[in-house]
């Protein structure tokens, strides 16, 4: 009698579950963003998917719970969303092995769209030879942000830079004129970003592709080219101001944007602290490639798809893959969101100066690198994060330690 | 780890309250002071939280953390229970505080009334395989939660409450209940046999001397039952992140979107409003209950 309650209600629950996933062009859509910023840029989207007939469920969890661990436990529980923000190439790895991927190489053919990325977006969205992402965002990981009435202050016109050397050359007037040069947050992530931003600005093609690669090459290591990037990184650590040590990104940038240091290098989403706090690019502040740039990281956030087997999901699915990459809407997402399209083809009206110096940069593709996240070995990748760490905060290590302690890193990895 | 630091103050408390000497002695001037080190060390932070939580992000920006605010807002405080956006959702941590409520309620029915059957039993009746059992819950207390993490996931999937608040309530009453168990168990231990015996001979069932004799003397260790479960299951974030799915997501997986973000400008003063919102249940059920509290946790103590 019991035992049939029981079996009674599970099968009231399944059924239930049944009914609401019938609902016809309702896709679940998953990602990792809750600010202001992304929640309005995100909402460019929503309308034009809903104007379309379809309908958008949201689901947020924040980035550092886990994407891959939550995308995973809703596929293993058996409710898992139809469309994921996610850059990994291992979780398409795992969904193709499962039957669950959905490659986007004929639709984004068919319309023509795979020749207005920059190369740097193609191979972000190329797994294995398929196009398994939809490209809606771009980054660059390491670029500098000023402030515009501080360097009026103190003279100096940080467009005129040609290498870092300038730089330097101006931090000890700008120390005396109590200002902070240049302001970096001291956690691993800042870090270690910073590092690869140097990596690929001082030596560009030289060594990053053969250091952060898919298969490292050891002998780069033990080169003048690395030596001359960690020579870089140790000068800026030896300009950070007390503060510095474990200061998110976030409060580093507040730094510049209340006028107390005068410039930061780091991802260009620091533009959304600078425009939430009512600072006008070209007037309050200003952007510009490292001095000198020989290569840029890119960070492409991009949309994955779930293959559900059924038709009206996949055509909802094929509609959304479509207008997140659609140049209008993709310029207005990207004026929301702070960041700068995929798409190389998009009105310049809608661009701001910020945005127009990254696809300037992006259109060269000699100079464009991928972020190690997305092709680096995991290990290898987290290994430089410690030894970038143990590097950054033991200023007695000489260059020649620091690539003493790489070549130790990369023989206990491999 | 919450047991141990709440137990720890009202014991020291209840030393200075039945010593009514008027001079100041050396001894309680060293421990007023390690009292109030112990204070600071818990209400800096929360001063820092408060302050900022009224001031506008203009002041916060500039970085004086101890400072009261030059002009005292509570717009964070409204933006964060009403308005700040959990993805699209944007009806602040108020959405998450009901799913909160409907996971907290049937898991306090559910973990509460099993575990207190099934300790009274095992105390106070003879039950076969009673040590046996007895040594399976112990083991069972001290699994962490993440090694059973994957089955559970797949068995919740299976009977289809995977990603409702129902399903996280279920999984925190069956995580709860060894060591709940144990405690009920223990303290039932502590009344005298004679009762239950007399109550026998009287004819009394299992159940009529559950609840008319047990039930009556249990309202302590029920209090403390009760705050320890309350504590947990509100406070808890992995439970919800991992069994929530898209529908059922807790205040605490709220506030973590809210406030954690990689490449998204930070708002630290609703951050800060949101947390105190999030936070604020079990402390208003703490200082409500405290009372019985600290008589539930010297109840087993003061029983011959």
């Known amino acids: ?414 | 780890m919450n047991g141990s630091s709440i137990i720890g103050l009202p014991s020291v408390l209840s030393v200075g309250r039945t010593r009514r000497r008027r001079r100041i002695r050396p001894h309680q001037i060293a421990i007023s002071i390690f009292l109030v080190m112990a204070a600071l060390f818990f209400c800096v932070p929360i001063y820092v939280i408060l302050v900022t939580s009224f001031k506008s992000m203009n002041e916060v920006r500039l970085g004086d953390i101890f400072a009261l605010p030059q002009r005292w807002t509570f717009a964070s405080w409204k933006y964060a229970w009403f308005a700040a956006c959990s993805g699209m959702r944007c009806d602040g941590v108020s959405g998450g505080f009901f799913n909160s409520l409907f996971i907290l309620l049937p898991s306090l029915v559910l973990s509460i009334s099993l575990s207190m059957l099934t300790g009274y039993a095992m105390a106070l009746w003879d039950v076969k395989w009673a040590n046996g059992l007895l040594f399976v819950l112990f083991v069972c207390a001290v699994v962490p939660f993440q090694i059973i993490m994957y089955p559970l996931i797949k068995i919740t999937g299976f009977f289809g409450i995977y990603g409702t608040t129902f399903g996280v309530a279920v999984v925190h009453a069956i995580l709860a209940l060894p060591i709940l168990t144990l405690i009920f168990r223990n303290f039932f231990r502590s009344i005298p046999g004679e009762l239950t015996a007399a109550a026998m001979i009287d004819s009394g069932s299992f159940w009529r001397i559950f609840f008319e004799i047990v039930l009556p003397m249990s309202g302590n260790i029920l209090i403390v039952v009760l705050i320890l479960q309350i504590t947990s299951v509100w406070n808890d974030f992995i439970v919800g992140l991992t069994f929530g799915g898209h529908d059922a997501q807790p205040m605490t997986v709220i506030l973590n979107n809210l406030a954690l973000s990689d490449t998204g400008e930070n708002n630290y003063s609703v951050d800060m409003a949101a947390a105190l919102l999030t936070a604020a249940p079990p402390l208003i059920i703490y200082f409500v209950l405290g009372k019985f509290f600290v008589q539930g946790i010297t109840a087993g103590a003061l029983k011959g």
Not at chain 1, 384 to 401: E, G, H, L, R, Y
Request: glycine residues 6%.
């Open chain 1, 1 to 414: 009698m019991f035992a049939k309650k029981i079996v009674g209600l599970i099968a009231a629950i399944v059924g239930a579950n049944f009914v609401t996933n019938a609902k016809s062009t309702e896709l679940l859509i998953y990602h990792s963003w809750s600010t202001p910023s992304e929640i309005s840029a995100l909402k460019v989207l929503n309308e034009n998917f809903s104007s379309e007939g379809n309908s958008w469920k949201d689901l947020a969890i924040a980035h550092d719970s886990g994407v891959n661990v939550s995308l995973m436990n809703m596929l293993t529980g058996g409710n898992p969303p139809d469309v994921f923000m996610n850059s990994d190439p291992g979780i398409y790895r795992d969904l193709k092995k499962q039957g669950l991927a959905y490659p986007l190489t004929k639709l984004y053919q068919d319309h023509h769209v795979l020749e207005h990325f920059p190369p740097a977006v193609l191979k972000n969205i190329t797994v294995d030879g398929e196009i398994m992402k939809a490209p809606v965002s771009v980054h660059i990981d390491g670029m500098v942000y000023y402030n515009k009435h501080v360097a009026d202050a103190v003279v100096v016109d940080p467009k005129s830079w040609k290498s870092l050397d300038d730089l330097w050359a101006v931090f000890d007037k700008i120390k005396a004129a109590g200002y902070i040069p240049i302001a970096q947050g001291g956690d691993k992530f800042q870090i270690a970003y910073l590092l690869q931003a140097i990596i690929a600005s001082e030596t560009g093609n030289a060594i990053y592709d053969r250091f952060y690669g898919e298969k490292p090459d050891r002998t780069c290591i033990d080169t003048r080219e690395m030596r001359q990037a960690l020579a870089a990184f140790r000068k800026i650590q030896q300009h950070t101001d007390p503060g510095s040590p474990n200061r998110k990104w976030n409060e580093t940038t507040n730094l510049v944007i209340t006028g107390k240091a005068l410039l930061q290098i780091h991802g260009d989403w620091m533009k959304g602290e600078f425009l939430a706090a009512g600072k006008q690019p070209g007037v309050d502040f200003d952007c510009m490639n490292i001095p000198g740039t020989k290569g840029v990281v890119v960070t492409v956030d991009a949309w994955g798809f779930l293959n559900t087997k059924k038709t009206e999901k996949a055509k909802a699915q094929e509609q959304f893959a479509l207008l997140v990459v659609d140049p209008a809407i993709n310029a207005a997402f990207a004026a929301k969101k702070g960041c700068s399209p995929v798409r190389t083809d998009v009105d310049p009206k809608s661009l701001d100066p910020c945005n127009k110096v990254v696809l300037e940069t992006l259109k060269d593709p000699a100079m464009q690198h991928a972020n190690p996240f997305n092709t680096a070995d995991a290990d290898w990748y987290r290994t430089i994060w410690d030894v970038a760490d143990k590097f950054w905060n033991t200023p007695s290590m000489t260059p020649d330690q620091g690539v003493a302690e790489f070549q130790r890193a990369y023989d206990s990895v491999f």
